[in-house]
């Protein structure tokens, strides 16, 4: 509510279960932004409480504490979810209480809501950089595979566009679901086929086998992936090479050489140790709370509504990542996106970088 006490800032990010190590970097930013903006006096004079129960990877949990936040406890932004699975839980709550609210977590595009902020990139704005990159270095041919459900599904849709448009083509596309670890088949089935290339969409601890898998049986193909690395950093889990010759196309990562970044990364560091790695969801939370900041600011309350057309007004922001302004018409992000590459030491290599790639597709159709 508006008024006084603490202003409630909610994440939602899983610090257990499937998704652990994606979330506790979030939860580790989330809480570096809180001390830093208490350390200057709050927002409005008010201290910033964080309000960060753990949802556990579990769908359900985000669609009950996203509840009990929002109708008992009067929170005043929620930030969070992983997995679009876990922000469509959230939404309807979201949409019936006009609940000011940001994603952080990059996915397959399309949402257009009211009070939803996207603070990562989409399919469309990671996708296109690096699938020109595979097409142009390794050749005409893609093998697929993506998560099986609507981010891998969705994601691998725009991609075979690309890949198309390139003139190329998809040899065949398969759809993991999230509780298979064994991928001997998939393997098999690409090694008896003339890929080029692979890219891999794949999400959760379970899915990490895959590349320990493809390393042992010997596959020596390129991979590209937006979600590996970026996400869940198995260059930093997983012991060289294994993830040898992956590529990325990223808006942020911890490895990003720019001056901002590096300060960005030591003091997330020097206030929270334990940090595994700062990864594309932190800094997606880092935006969506910093965002949120600014527009209370300039908004003089914390009125939803009121910080709403603050925002919606297309508001830029210095970020880790460079500047970054928000699409009044989709209420995402402008984007710059870098290819990297992980070496055979598992040290990240940057090839090449875009800058101010806009959610186009988003804003014909919001």
């Not at 922000?87 to 006009?98: K, L, Q, Y």
């Not at 065949?172 to 991928?183: A, G, K, R, T, Y």
């Not at 560091?269 to 900041?293: H, I, K, W």
Request: aromatic share 8%.
């Amino acid at each position: 509510g508006d008024g006084s006490g603490p202003i409630k800032v909610v994440l939602l990010a899983d610090r257990t279960g499937g998704l652990a190590a994606a979330g506790i970097p979030m939860y580790k930013v989330a809480q570096y932004w809180r001390d830093q903006v208490n350390d200057r006096d709050g927002i409005l004079g008010r201290d910033v409480e964080l309000i960060a129960p753990d949802p556990q990877s579990s769908n359900q949990q985000y669609q009950n504490q996203a509840q009990k936040l929002i109708l008992e406890d009067d929170v005043d932004v929620l930030v969070g979810g992983i997995t679009s699975a876990s922000r469509e839980a959230m939404r309807p709550t979201i949409d019936d209480n006009s609940q000011l609210y940001f994603y952080p977590t990059q996915y397959e595009g399309g949402v257009c809501d009211e009070f939803t902020y996207v603070t990562a990139p989409t399919a469309t704005q990671q996708l296109r950089p690096l699938v020109d990159h595979m097409m142009e270095n390794f050749g005409m041919n893609a093998y697929f595979i993506a998560a099986d459900y609507n981010f891998g599904q969705i994601s691998a849709d725009w991609a075979q566009i690309y890949v198309e448009e390139a003139g190329g083509n998809v040899i065949n596309q398969e759809f993991i679901p999230l509780s298979v670890s064994d991928f001997g088949s998939t393997i098999d089935r690409i090694q008896g086929t003339d890929a080029d290339w692979v890219l891999t969409l794949t999400v959760g601890a379970n899915h990490v086998a895959f590349y320990k898998q493809a390393e042992s049986a010997g596959v020596d193909l390129p991979m590209a992936s937006t979600t590996a690395i970026g996400g869940t950093y198995e260059h930093q889990t997983t012991s060289p090479p294994v993830m040898s010759n992956l590529y990325g196309g990223w808006n942020y990562l911890e490895e990003l050489e720019s001056e901002n970044n590096q300060e960005f990364v030591e003091s997330v560091r020097e206030a929270y140790p334990d940090t595994p790695y700062v990864n594309q969801m932190a800094e997606g939370v880092f935006l969506a709370m910093r965002l949120y900041e600014e527009a209370v600011t300039e908004a003089e309350t914390t009125d939803m509504e009121s910080v709403h057309q603050i925002l919606e007004g297309g508001m830029s922001i210095d970020s880790p990542q460079g500047e970054v302004s928000i699409d009044p018409a989709s209420h995402h992000l402008t984007q710059s996106v870098t290819v990297t590459k992980v070496t055979d030491d598992h040290s990240v290599e940057i090839l090449d970088s875009q800058d101010g790639l806009e959610p186009t597709w988003l804003q014909d159709n919001c």
